[in-house]
């Protein structure tokens, strides 16, 4: 059974740091595309950052490039997104995602809510300005 648990959401200032786990149960980090997405209230699920383990490539939005990073750790099947220079628009549930293929080809398409099917609850990521 694929399960996707995110951990590491809180409060922090504006400026401030926050890295959010995805450990991944159910399958080999190394086979799949692993994407962070982020929803506001009252708007679309967006994709924020997507990784492939296997070809070590990551992928970003243009509004967190160069402040979010995103890795993986494949002996612990966990994927971290590290969030610095946070922003009050920051703010959003961050939900990791996986597909239910296997990755045959890296690309944007993973930053596209439609290229998962696994999804886990959600950790609530909150900037104070």
């Known amino acids: 059974e694929v399960q996707l648990v995110e951990s590491g959401g809180g409060l922090v200032q504006a400026g401030g740091s926050l890295t959010l786990s995805c450990a991944a149960s159910?399958?080999?980090?190394?086979?799949?595309?692993i994407g962070w997405f982020r929803q506001a209230p009252g708007k679309e699920r967006e994709g924020v950052s997507c990784?492939?383990?296997?070809?070590?490539?990551?992928i970003y939005t243009d509004s967190v490039k160069g402040r979010f990073t995103i890795s993986s750790d494949n002996a612990k099947n966990t994927v971290y997104l590290r969030m610095n220079s946070l922003k009050p628009e920051d703010t959003a549930v961050y939900y990791c995602?996986?597909?239910?293929?296997?990755?045959?080809?890296?690309?944007?398409?993973?930053?596209?809510?439609?290229?998962?099917?696994?999804w886990g609850q959600g950790t609530q990521v909150t900037v104070s300005s």
């Open positions: 990784i492939s383990s296997r070809d070590n490539d990551t």
């Open positions: 159910g399958f080999n980090l190394d086979d799949y595309a």
């Open positions: 995602a996986a597909p239910a293929d296997e990755l045959a080809g890296f690309s944007s398409w993973y930053l596209d809510r439609r290229a998962y099917d696994y």
